[in-house]
């Protein structure tokens, strides 16, 4: 032939790194011919150029794997998927998908990554990409432990005000931990919440925020773990059963989108093996003694503390009439200020004593637990002589102008204007703990509950944009301050705060049946636990929510039934105003089967977290981490593996589906003594209104 075509398609075979464009050089020698066999030729040799190109742009473009395994590690690896630009983690052998995050157009809608190449190739541990001038992607496998792998996925934004985000799956992946949510589930899969700064906000007066606890970790059914690095500020949005997205908010700083995603064989042992990094804190228990009295919630609205006085000696004499008398009585933080007579200057300050006349001793007799806040109100006595001592500075403030002095930033607290306690500032701190002191010579508190760690005082963007989004800060240095009060501080919301030792209330409930009321609860618990707050105090029976006493005694007593198998029993409202005597005695029964069934076998369960890491309460998935039916069941609990509860939820029901984990397992009803294997549903089990289904492991 005298037409010599030859082609040379250059392209690396590694599939580690697929080189984007072929190269197609021509190279052609025409010899001397004729020249109707010159017009052949070249239209052939159109032709043949023609149907090349197509050819390539096919294999670019269409005949392309959609799929390119970007990196690999022992068991498993990452997956570029082209079309829907989501990178997946699966097992080498692809029968197992671990997660899928969708990272979206990357911030830049016109980008189309075919293909990616792996910049980092001489490396095969990690691998790098860049979309032009947008953002730089960074993943690299680390070092496998024991059972998992971990991944460490980075993005950098390339120039200021990109937004970065990267969605999780939720499809066939039931998640679970990150924050809580004025409607609790379990899993979080149908959690609905707006793109919003991750922290713990006032879920009375916030009810689309994030509730307590809240930490920067997820974990996935499939045995999957994602950790978000502490220090970025982080947005975190809910599309209910679809996905869950972290994003980085746009800014000029181009901070980092960083986390880590870690696999393994499942939920649990990836759990185990992550989620120790929550807090590598040594572990301390907290004062156990709280377990044995109930806390009852004075139900009162006086204006003066001598009213208050004798409310509280009317109260106490009531439940001692229902032999209920052994308990704590919880001042909310109006009844305290109440009783520490807000003539602070007489208390606290340097004018001595003129009214300190009045004889507390009722009040030092009983039991009681008071509740503080680090915010005061501007109206008080208290903040005007904090501003002729000049302590201003105790305040979080806007900052000063050069020389001059701080003003203190207002913030709403009860409806209230407030100023809030700066306690970066250690002058401030111990002017606190001062005052905490002077209460408890006045009024010998057994219990301090600290309210309003949370939410953000700094939330002014255009001041402080780093802060502002860094809003969570305030919790863990607010834990700090309750351990200094002592061990029988408690507290009302945690964030990187579970190594401290003491109890955390969880955030009040519905009065009704609804997952923000009573279904609510377990998932609560289940939430506290594997997040590792394993010691806290559940919402009052009937919840607290709306301040008012419950109205259906059905509901108080299934309520009541829940709460009887968890750590703390708090009340609402007392047992009388909500039915007859035999509401009254069944609290009186469940008061004691806390006392008598729960208390030690939390107090064993608490030895046990404290030598293994082990929660306290479990899911059930915690028997049954490879059994997909355990995944979703929020309305049953284990106490170590030892009890399962599963109470009534639903109104007017007196029958309930229960699954019994773990084939193998033998459970014995607490009951009636029947013996069941584990690993089957009883359907419709007989749970009659006075009574919670609880079966014992037998050791066979
Ligand atoms: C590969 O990258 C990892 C992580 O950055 C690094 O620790 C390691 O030394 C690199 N290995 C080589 C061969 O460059
Ligand atoms: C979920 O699982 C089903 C069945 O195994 C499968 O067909 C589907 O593709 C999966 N969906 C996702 C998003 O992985
Ligand atoms: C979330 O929203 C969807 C539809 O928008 C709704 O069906 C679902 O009930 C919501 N879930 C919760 C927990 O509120
Ligand atoms: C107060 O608490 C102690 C234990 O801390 C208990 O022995 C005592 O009976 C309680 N008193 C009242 C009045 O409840
Ligand atoms: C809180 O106090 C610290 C130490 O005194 C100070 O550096 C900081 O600026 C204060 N913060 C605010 C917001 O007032």
């Known amino acids: 032939m005298p037409l010599e075509v030859r082609r040379k398609l250059k392209f690396d075979a590694n599939m580690w790194n697929p080189s984007p464009i072929p190269e197609v050089t021509w190279d052609t020698g025409l010899k001397e011919m004729n020249e109707t066999w010159k017009g052949a030729i070249a239209c052939l040799g159109v032709a043949v150029f023609f149907v090349m190109t197509i050819g390539i742009i096919y294999w670019q473009v269409v005949d392309q794997p959609n799929k390119n395994w970007i990196l690999k590690g022992t068991f498993s690896g990452v997956i570029w998927e082209r079309r829907s630009h989501a990178l997946l983690i699966h097992t080498l052998s692809e029968d197992k998908s ?3 995050i969708d990272v979206g157009d990357l911030g830049a809608p016109d980008v189309d990554a075919p293909f990616v190449r792996n910049l980092c190739w001489s490396n095969r541990t990690e691998f790098c990409y860049t979309w032009d001038a947008v953002a730089e992607l960074k993943i690299s496998v680390e070092e496998a432990a024991e059972e998992s792998e971990c991944y460490r996925v980075s993005w950098t934004p390339l120039r200021c005000q990109v937004e970065l985000q990267d969605c999780f799956s939720m499809a066939n992946v039931s998640w679970y931990g990150g924050a809580a949510f004025r409607t609790q589930t379990w899993p979080i899969n149908a959690a609905n919440a707006t793109m919003q700064p991750f922290a713990v906000s006032n879920l009375r007066e916030q009810p689309a925020g994030y509730g307590s ?27 209910s059963r679809r996905q869950f997205c972290l994003r980085t908010p746009p800014s000029a700083e181009q901070l980092p989108l960083q986390y880590t995603v870690c696999v393994g064989h499942n939920a649990k042992s990836v759990h185990q093996e992550v989620g120790r990094q929550l807090s590598t804190h040594k572990r301390v228990l907290p004062n156990l003694d709280i377990l044995r009295l109930p806390f009852w919630k004075l139900p009162v609205n006086v204006d003066s503390g001598a009213k208050l006085e004798r409310e509280l000696r009317t109260f106490w004499n009531r439940l001692k009439r229902h032999h209920l008398g052994e308990g704590i009585i919880a001042l909310n933080e ?30 030092k007799l009983l039991n009681i637990s008071v509740t503080l806040s680090p ?3 501007v109206s008080s006595r208290l903040f005007h002589a904090s501003l002729q001592e000049g302590t201003e ?13 701080p003003i203190p930033q207002l913030t709403q607290w009860k409806g209230k204007l407030c100023v809030k306690l700066n306690i970066s500032n250690p002058a401030a701190v111990s002017w606190f703990l001062d005052r905490v002191g002077g209460l408890h010579a006045r009024l010998a508190m057994e219990y301090v509950i600290l309210e309003g760690g949370e939410g ?33 501080a408690i507290v009302t919301s945690g964030t990187r705060s579970s190594h401290v030792p003491l109890f955390i209330r969880m955030n009040p409930l519905q009065d009704d049946w609804s997952y923000s009321g009573l279904k609510g609860i377990i998932p609560s618990v289940l939430h506290h636990s594997l997040l590792g707050y394993n010691f806290f105090i559940p919402d009052a029976v009937g919840g607290s929510l709306s301040g008012e006493s419950v109205a259906d005694p059905e509901l108080f007593i299934r309520w009541l039934e829940i709460v009887s198998f968890l750590p703390v029993m708090a009340f609402q409202s007392p047992p009388w105003l909500c039915g007859d005597d035999k509401v009254v005695d069944l609290t009186r029964a469940y008061l004691s089967l806390h006392r008598e069934f729960i208390v030690p076998l939390v107090a064993k369960y608490a030895e046990e977290w404290r030598a293994t890491r082990s929660p306290i309460y479990r899911p059930l998935w915690w028997i049954g981490p490879e059994d997909p039916i355990t995944f979703t069941v929020e309305d049953e609990f284990l106490i170590g593996e030892e009890v399962l509860v599963a109470p009534v939820t639903e109104k007017g029901a007196v029958h309930r589906d229960i699954y019994l984990p773990g084939s193998g397992l033998k459970w014995q009803d607490r009951s009636n003594g029947q013996v069941f294997d584990g690993g089957t549903f009883l359907e419709n089990y007989a749970v009659g209104v006075e009574d919670v289904a609880v079966f014992v492991q037998r050791r066979s």
């Open 375 to 377: 915010f005061l109100s």
């Open 213 to 239: 606890v809240l930490e920067r970790y997820f974990l996935g059914s499939s045995g999957v773990a994602v950790l978000v690095d502490p220090e970025v500020p982080l947005h975190v949005g809910f599309d």
């Open 98 to 100: 671990f997660v899928e």
């Open 456 to 488: 953000s005082p700094l939330a002014e963007p255009a001041l402080h944009p780093r802060k502002a989004l860094l809003s969570d800060g305030y919790i863990p240095l607010w834990a700090g301050v309750a351990a200094s009060v002592g061990d029988t």
């Open 334 to 363: 109006h009844s305290t200020s109440l009783l520490a007579d807000t003539d602070h200057e007489s208390l606290y300050g340097k004018k001595k004593a003129k009214r300190q006349t009045r004889d507390l001793s009722l009040v």
């Open 393 to 405: 500075a105790y305040w979080l403030s806007l900052p000063a102008a050069p020389r001059g002095r």
